[in-house]
């Protein structure tokens, strides 16, 4: 989650994501302001690149608005790619989408997730190489926990996450939690799974608290494009100071219709298809 990103897929806003406000179901804020959301994305794109990112773009616009939000359809491993089947309706389908693109880039798939499992790749991450956290969410269940456990290598840890608000706007494991560094993360203690605390304060994580001020304003969504320097959404100042404080290079850009409206952030609208582990 936080070795130094090589490549990565993003799917630029389409006329799908134009349409998002118009099906209550997909959850959007407001109308979208499709022209705007083009240059904010150009601008994030711009702004990976710049920081030696190899990007990807998936072109592809026959899915929902959500495919925006290119993390939650799929998970990479060291072995491949293994396709998820999310527990939001409207999503389904992304993951075929995905399949063909790593079919195309010679990456290979190593399994999916078959009805009636479902996991979103946003209840999903690695703690470190040998410790894939999973959150047990209104979006992933148990069935499809048990898949997802068959087909990784790793040491996988389940936390069940509360109900919040419920199905409407549902709360990802990521939504809590984000690793900067290999012995620091974000976090949103107040909704933070207590096991996931303990297994942070025996594993030597420094958790770093959002305020309560910035987690609407998506603070804890945070993406590591290397150990100790990220990305985060512009209006979170007081989390952007908190991780100055720890030495931490911060990059922000402008997401009102990206990520605002449709409640992603930053690491949403990635898939990380290889980052480098050292000695590589």
């Not at 959850?27 to 920081?51: C, I, N, Q, T």
């Not at 195309?104 to 703690?127: C, H, K, M, S, Y």
């Not at 109900?163 to 939504?175: I, N, V």
């Amino acid at each position: 989650m936080v070795a130094p990103l090589r490549e990565v897929l993003v799917h630029q806003p389409g006329s799908a994501f134009a349409a998002a406000f118009d099906e209550p179901a997909h959850g959007y804020r407001h109308p979208v302001d499709v022209d705007l959301a083009r240059k904010e994305h150009a601008a994030f794109v711009e702004l990976l690149e710049s920081l030696n990112v190899n990007i990807h773009l998936l072109e592809d616009d026959v899915t929902g608005p959500d495919a925006i939000y290119q993390y939650d359809p799929s998970l990479v491993t060291n072995r491949g790619a293994i396709l998820l089947r999310s527990g939001k309706p409207t999503r389904r389908g992304e993951e075929d989408v995905q399949a063909v693109w790593y079919e195309q880039n010679g990456v290979p798939i190593v399994g999916r997730i078959e009805a009636p499992g479902t996991v979103d790749g946003g209840d999903v991450f690695w703690l470190d190489e040998e410790t894939l956290c999973v959150g047990r969410t209104l979006r992933t269940n148990g069935d499809g926990i048990d898949q997802l456990t068959a087909l990784v290598d790793e040491k996988v840890h389940v936390f069940d996450m509360p109900y919040d608000a419920g199905p409407d706007e549902c709360l990802h494991l990521l939504s809590v939690i984000s690793p900067v560094s290999d012995r620091l993360a974000v976090a949103e203690l107040e909704r933070l799974p207590v096991g996931l605390y303990q297994l942070c304060v025996e594993r030597g994580v420094e958790l770093i608290p959002i305020p309560a001020g910035e987690i609407g304003s998506l603070g804890c969504n945070v993406l590591a494009v290397r150990p100790g320097v990220v990305v985060i959404l512009e209006g979170n100042p007081e989390t952007r100071r908190l991780l100055e404080t720890k030495g931490v290079e911060v990059h922000t850009f402008s997401g009102q219709e990206i990520c605002l409206n449709g409640s992603g952030g930053p690491t949403c609208l990635t898939r990380p298809i290889h980052r480098r582990k050292s000695g590589e």
